[in-house]
């Protein structure tokens, strides 16, 4: 079993949808939790980053950490076609700072 | 701000010789660097991590001959791909940590496509 667990996709949404994007992880010292974004032949940009459980909201994104169920997720409000990436969650225990990546899901939006 | 530079971006060479790719932070210290290879459409593997004044520490797996990492500045970490081969090509990517900052995020740069011929 792998340490952090996300579906490959491909997903295929209409521009303006709202995309739900996770992540389940078996780690539960995990603490700190990341979403990154990554073009094709670009390094991953970061989105969000939180800390422990919540909701941390910027913009067209919010980010949800529970925790107990050890589940994560990165919701798209009002998609875009320049959206359309591979999302990348990531993860990291308290005090270190190695991060742990789901396989990453690859997202077009369609116009 | 917290801008990370990679050098080259595409690099194809033949089997045999040794290619260097640079990784610098621009506008932040960085003790301490990582380096990430990634292969068509799977995730960032952690190859290393790289901190200033000291040796690199490896993940299980990786060579440490084959890959030489250097990290002589606050803003400098190199990594040597040492007579490659085909099987090296892949894309590098490095990242950076915001000295002092041991709960911030990594800031990656942009990747250095590697072709062995």
């Known amino acids: 079993q792998k340490e952090v667990e996300q579906d490959p996709g491909p997903l295929s949404v209409p521009e303006g949808a709202i995309v739900s994007l996770n992540c389940t992880y078996s780690?539960?010292?995990?603490?700190?939790f990341m979403w990154y974004r990554q073009y094709s032949r670009k390094g991953p940009e970061l989105l969000m980053y939180?800390?422990?459980?919540g909701n941390k909201e910027d913009g067209r994104f919010t980010a949800q950490v529970d925790k107990s169920s050890k589940y994560i997720s990165l919701f798209i409000r009002d998609s875009q076609p320049s959206d359309s990436a591979t999302y990348l969650c990531?993860?990291?225990?308290?005090?270190?700072?190695?991060?742990?990546f789901g396989q990453g899901t690859r997202l077009t939006i369609n116009p | 701000g917290a801008v990370v530079s990679q050098h080259p971006s595409w690099v194809i060479c033949k089997s045999g010789t040794s290619v260097k790719i640079e990784c610098r932070s621009l506008?932040?210290?960085?003790?301490?660097m990582f380096w990430y290879r990634q292969f068509p459409k799977q995730s960032l593997m952690l190859m290393a991590t790289?901190?200033?004044?000291?040796?690199?520490?490896?993940e299980q797996g990786v060579e440490k001959d084959k890959f030489l990492i250097n990290h002589a500045s606050l803003t400098l970490s190199t990594l040597t791909v040492t007579s490659a081969h085909p099987e090296d090509s892949s894309f590098y990517i490095c990242?950076?940590?915001?000295?002092?900052?041991?709960?911030?995020?990594?800031?990656f740069g942009d990747g250095t496509r590697l072709s062995i011929l």
């Open positions: 939180t800390y422990s459980s």
């Open positions: 506008d932040f210290q960085a003790t301490t």
């Open positions: 790289s901190n200033e004044g000291s040796k690199a520490t490896y």
């Open positions: 780690n539960s010292a995990f603490q700190y």
């Open positions: 990242s950076a940590l915001i000295s002092g900052a041991l709960d911030q995020p990594q800031h």
């Open positions: 990531a993860m990291s225990l308290q005090g270190a700072q190695k991060l742990v």
